[in-house]
């Protein structure tokens, strides 16, 4: 069965980076969509970037671009979130989720309610 573990966050000042890692098992490695969501209090969960394994194309939300970077790890089935310049509306639980496809999405809906890890969370204050 699919696993996806995350692993990377904490407690970061404004203006700092930080880096999440996502481990996926289970699954058909050899082409996959891989994405990053995250989801705070009283808020709807919100594609931040996703990455087509199949041909390495990116999509990214607009609140995050020039500061966010998904990427695959040296291992294979790690996939890696870079996070920069964190703002405090970055506070949030960041999942990663996966579907075996060969593009890429951001809307939740796109991937099977049992692709999805249990959430890391990221805290960006002074």
């Known amino acids: 069965q699919v696993q996806l573990v995350e692993s990377g966050g904490g407690l970061v000042q404004p203006g700092r980076s930080l880096t999440l890692s996502c481990v996926v098992s289970?699954?058909?490695?050899?082409?996959?969509?891989i994405a990053w969501f995250r989801q705070s209090p009283g808020k709807e969960r919100e594609g931040v970037a996703c990455?087509?394994?199949?041909?390495?194309?990116?999509r990214y939300a607009e609140s995050v671009k020039g500061r966010f970077t998904i990427s695959r790890g040296n291992t294979r089935g790690t996939e890696l979130l870079q996070m920069n310049n964190l703002k405090p509306e970055d506070t949030a639980v960041y999942y990663c989720?996966?579907?075996?496809?060969?593009?890429?999405?951001?809307?939740?809906?796109?991937?099977?309610?049992?692709?999805w890890g249990k959430g890391t969370l990221v805290t960006v204050s002074s």
């Open positions: 989720a996966t579907v075996q496809i060969l593009g890429c999405d951001l809307a939740p809906h796109y991937y099977p309610a049992k692709n």
């Open positions: 289970g699954f058909n490695l050899d082409y996959y969509a």
């Open positions: 990455l087509a394994t199949y041909d390495g194309s990116t």
